[in-house]
């Protein structure tokens, strides 16, 4: 073969991988069998160019048992009719510039082309067959910007990991992204994730330059460290209908333009550290929120945050929680009826919560708007706007306690009344509806005091 035919971009029938330049030391006159027999995968060497033919399996590289072969080998043919490609074939040839995957090609295992820092464009034939893309088969080429792959991919996706990608969309038939799938692809701002995928590794986006992500519906798990050190994501959408469970131990560590997060209603459990060093500014759950606890360490170091609404079901506030959260940050809590297990927003946050912030009590009226009031924990009542209210329900309706009066009773009890002399509650009992109250009756014989006005 001679050196104008090393420069033909791509042979009818063959995929070609190409260097812009020749080596001084080109390996010639060498070569056998890379599988298990020669008609299976046979194998030549000439001027520098690696021709691969057969009918089967890549599966073993005895060019890589030639002195110079990183630099000796500068172009690499595998003719149709390849099936596969075994671990670490043509990883560490550094001067491969391009690589055209067959469509009989079904396997690319571990670290095929890993380290190939010259590496800038990969094709895959219309048609490909490709089902398994392995761990780390293409980590490490900083040179290669874009890839499409083919839709015939299933399962789990292998690592890019290092890579120069700017842009990916992960065919449909994808499942789960390998660990560290794309971690310190430092170029990487746009991913298009499929309704298929049902896992978000450990490390999966680490430290690329993602400025938005859409989660599925179909991920059920988002695991720790799988956006960290992002410092330009900005936006992070669940699916409405998302089936996520969990958000593991410092998934948006150092996430520093994350200003808002809206977790899914699905979500029951979130991991320590969560959005530590973030620039987290407010935070809401879903209407139905399954959450039932505020994990130790959760707002760790969230230096920015201001605004935090708690579910209906949050029942305990773990270790330092807030440790190192701004005393001018605000918890929205709602109490009353089951909320909490019953428990009040105060006794939630205890000292070992180091939230040093303010509980602001707050309550939806009939269109689902907030109401925010603030709740004497002594004596129970309610203000909200300057106004005092008898119970929730009279603030949700909209019935200020204008003037209330009344009764000690002759058990300890004290009934109260509004200026019309409707009963409307029993201190140290629990508070009635107007309704509830119409039905019982007044204590006789007992004196009458101005509460207030």
Not at 59 to 82: A, D, Q
Not at 131 to 142: D, G, I, K, R
Request: contains cysteine.
């Amino acid at each position: 073969m001679t050196k104008n035919k090393l420069l033909t971009p791509i042979l009818l029938g063959t995929t070609i991988l190409s260097t812009a330049a020749f080596a001084d030391n080109l390996i010639t006159g060498e070569s056998g069998k890379c599988g298990s027999t020669d008609a299976q995968c046979h194998y030549e060497i000439t001027n520098g160019v690696l021709t691969i033919t057969g009918n089967a399996f890549i599966s073993s590289k005895p060019w890589k048992n030639i002195s110079g072969y990183k630099t000796g080998i500068t172009s690499v043919i595998i003719e149709n009719g390849i099936t596969g490609i075994t671990n670490n074939a043509f990883d560490e040839i550094t001067s491969l510039k391009s690589v055209v995957i067959p469509n009989s090609v079904k396997t690319i295992n571990n670290a095929a082309f890993h380290y190939a820092p010259s590496l800038e464009s990969v094709t895959f034939e219309t048609g490909s067959q490709l089902t398994t893309l392995a761990s780390n088969a293409f980590s490490y080429s900083p040179s290669l910007k874009s890839i499409d792959l083919p839709e015939s991919l299933t399962g789990t996706l292998g690592s890019f990991q290092g890579t120069g990608l700017t842009s990916i969309v992960i065919p449909s038939k994808v499942t789960q992204l390998d660990n560290s799938c794309f971690k310190d692809a430092t170029s990487l701002e746009s991913v298009t994730l499929p309704d298929s995928l049902t896992y978000i590794p450990q490390y999966g986006f680490q430290n690329t330059s993602l400025k938005s992500i859409d989660i599925p519906k179909n991920v059920t798990t988002i695991q720790g460290m799988a956006f960290k050190d992002i410092s330009s994501l900005e936006n992070i959408t669940f699916a409405s209908d998302s089936k996520l469970r969990e958000i593991n131990t410092n998934a948006f560590e150092n996430a520093t333009s994350l200003k808002s997060i809206n977790i899914p209603a699905s979500v029951t459990q979130l991991g320590g550290y969560l959005f530590k060093g973030s620039g987290l500014e407010s935070i809401t759950f879903d209407e139905g929120s399954k959450l039932t606890s505020i994990p130790n360490y959760l707002f760790w170091d969230a230096s920015n945050l201001k605004s935090v609404m708690l579910p209906d079901s949050i029942t305990s506030v773990g270790w330092a929680a807030f440790s190192g959260v701004p005393s001018t940050a605000t918890v929205y809590c709602q109490e009353g009826g089951n909320k909490h297990g019953g428990k009040s927003c105060s006794e939630l946050f205890t000292a070992n919560s180091s939230f040093t912030g303010t509980i602001q009590l707050y309550a939806k009226d009939t269109n689902g708007n907030m109401i925010l009031y603030d709740k004497d924990e002594t004596t129970g009542e309610i203000t909200s706007n300057g106004k005092k209210y008898a119970s929730i329900d009279h603030l949700i309706a909209g019935r200020a306690m204008h003037e209330i009066q009344q009764i000690e009773n002759s058990d300890g009890s004290v009934y109260l009344y509004d200026e019309n002399g409707n009963l409307i509650g029993i201190k140290g009992k629990r508070i009635y509806t107007v309704e509830e109250a119409a039905r019982l009756s007044k204590p006789t014989g007992n004196t009458f005091k101005l509460r207030y006005k």
